[in-house]
Every structure is written in structure tokens, then in C-alpha cells.
């Protein structure tokens, strides 16, 4: 049982480091947001894990309100989107708080962050394929989501594995190292960055088809971008 902290040293937890590695968005939204909310999470007994367990339960349920929502509900699913990008620095808070940093809580938030990035592409790509007609062919707005969502993965995938396979030792890490220009630009248009505010903004403004078009090109073309990166280090001709 950790000693009770105080409001102060709550918030002093986090490092320095950390806050400077934070995209825009949450450096000045989302971070600020999480101390006192975190606290209040911290105060009644939330563990971390179950901060990650509930951002997964509503990210089910707004991907699920998304498939068949009208502008009002499309609104209203957004913003409980931008509620589970601020758990995303919750969870990480109160882990730091209770001393429960470690490959379970790693585990669990990497699996609430990909929850996000697999079930909301598909439920846009629903959405889209239901209340919006294509230019192209029946379906279009489906093949666009599942892009999405595989590239994304795919990319996380294969660098995983590259670090696993401890072939980073000398360039490799590199790629997604802090304070590249590909983890900065991964960070900006993520989920503490600005996918859930571009969300909210799409869902008012009615811009869905270009929000996914969007994700669905920069995640193909950051796929592509790994995997190039990849490949030519491990040199297979």
C-alpha cells in the first residue's frame, strides 16, 4: 500500500522529460487537464489499469454510437473520444502516483490507445459508407478505413519486432526516436495530439470524409515509410 500523495507531488510526478516529448495539444489541453482529474481518479481508489479499462469500454461504446449516429450523436461521441485521450495521461499519472509502472501497465495502455486507433477508422468507415455517397465505387469509405487501420498497425508491427529482434543498435531506433521529425509528426496528429479535436471539428463541420481520407493517406505513407526505412538497414539483397 503506497503512502497517500499530496495534490503537489501528484503533479510533480511527472518528468521533465516527458512534458517536453508531449505534442501540442496536450502540452497545453490535455497534460493540464489530467492533474486535477487524475487526482480526483487517484483520491477515489482508481487503479491505473483501470483508467485503460474504462478509456476501452468508451471507446466501444462512441465507436459503436459513430456507425449510426446523426450530427448531434457524432458530436457527442467525439467528445467522449476526447475524454479517452485524456485518460491516455491519466492512466500514466496515477501509475506513477501508486508506483505501478511496469509490462502490465505498459500492456494495458498500449492496448487502449490501439483500440482507438482500430475501432475508430471503422466506424468512420461505416459511417461514411452508410450516410455519404463515393465518387469512386460502393464500399470506397470502407476500403479507406481498413487502409487506415492496417497501416497503422502494420507499421507498429514490423518496427516492434525490429526492436525486438535487437536490431536497433546501431540507426534503427532512430526512426521513432524522441525528437525525430517522424516522431513528432506521429506524436502532432495521434491520439494526445490533434486526432480527437480534428475529430470534434470534422463531426461539427461535417469534414468526416476528409478527416479519414486524411488518416487513411498519412498512415499508408508512414507505413510505406518504415518499412523502406527497415528494410534497407537489415540489407536483405
Not at 487537464?33 to 481518479?41: D, E, K, R, T
Not at 501508486?98 to 501497465?105: L, Q
Amino acid at each position: 500500500m503506497t503512502e497517500s500523495l499530496t495534490y503537489i507531488e501528484f503533479k510533480s510526478l511527472l518528468g521533465e522529460s516527458k512534458r517536453k516529448s508531449d505534442p501540442i495539444f496536450c502540452r497545453f489541453i490535455l497534460r493540464p487537464l489530467s492533474f486535477p482529474v487524475g487526482w480526483l481518479f487517484y483520491k477515489s481508489g482508481m487503479k491505473a489499469n483501470m483508467v485503460s479499462f474504462l478509456s476501452i469500454l468508451i471507446t466501444l461504446i462512441a465507436s459503436f454510437m459513430i456507425v449510426s449516429a446523426e450530427k448531434g450523436e457524432l458530436i457527442f461521441a467525439s467528445l467522449l473520444m476526447l475524454f479517452v485521450a485524456l485518460t491516455d495521461c491519466i492512466d500514466g499519472n496515477i501509475a506513477r502516483a501508486r508506483k505501478e509502472t511496469g509490462p502490465s501497465g505498459e500492456w494495458m495502455d498500449a492496448l487502449s490507445g490501439y483500440s482507438v486507433y482500430v475501432f475508430i477508422p471503422v466506424s468512420l468507415g461505416l459511417h461514411l459508407n452508410f450516410f455519404y455517397s463515393s465518387d469512386f465505387f460502393s464500399g470506397f469509405w470502407i476500403l479507406v478505413s481498413s487502409v487506415a487501420v492496417i497501416s497503422n498497425l502494420y507499421m507498429r508491427l514490423i518496427y516492434q519486432k525490429y526492436i525486438n529482434a535487437g536490431l536497433d543498435v546501431n540507426s534503427g531506433g532512430a526512426i521513432k526516436a524522441t525528437g525525430s521529425l517522424f516522431s513528432k509528426l506521429s506524436g502532432e496528429v495521434g491520439l494526445v495530439g490533434w486526432m480527437m479535436p480534428a475529430l470534434c471539428a470534422a463531426s461539427l463541420l461535417e469534414l468526416l470524409p476528409i478527416y479519414l481520407l486524411f488518416y487513411g493517406c498519412f498512415y499508408l505513407l508512414s507505413a510505406l515509410a518504415v518499412f523502406y526505412s527497415l528494410i534497407s538497414r537489415v540489407s536483405p539483397f
